[in-house]
């Protein structure tokens, strides 16, 4: 048997994503995801890429025309100089 007083128990060491504070999104990409939609950026990506992200056999599923010529923009917008460099930045988001 243990000497001392009987300890409550520890509470849960994870926290689920859900539950983690989110803050807004940058006033920037805010008015530039406006300035995109509003002119109907992805579509017209999409229509453009059609030949080259619509393949069946090649590897695994592309991201979203749209989404890649997004976050191509991000690394400009932030001088990140590398693929791999905006893909980390973006996930930290």
């Given at each position: 048997m243990a000497m001392g007083r009987r300890r409550a128990r520890q509470q849960a060491l994870?926290?689920?994503t859900e539950q983690l504070a989110q803050s807004?999104?940058?006033a920037f990409y805010e008015q530039v995801n406006?300035?995109?939609?509003?002119?109907?950026?992805d579509p017209f990506v999409e229509a453009e890429c059609v030949g080259f992200y619509k393949s069946e056999v090649?590897?695994?599923?592309?991201i979203a025309p749209g989404v890649y010529f997004r976050m191509?923009?991000?690394g400009y917008f932030?001088?990140?100089d590398s693929e791999?460099?905006?893909a980390g930045d973006i996930r930290t988001r």
């Amino acid at each position: 048997m243990a000497m001392g007083r009987r300890r409550a128990r520890q509470q849960a060491l994870w926290v689920a994503t859900e539950q983690l504070a989110q803050s807004g999104g940058h006033a920037f990409y805010e008015q530039v995801n406006e300035v995109l939609n509003e002119h109907q950026f992805d579509p017209f990506v999409e229509a453009e890429c059609v030949g080259f992200y619509k393949s069946e056999v090649m590897g695994r599923p592309s991201i979203a025309p749209g989404v890649y010529f997004r976050m191509l923009m991000v690394g400009y917008f932030e001088g990140i100089d590398s693929e791999r460099g905006i893909a980390g930045d973006i996930r930290t988001r």
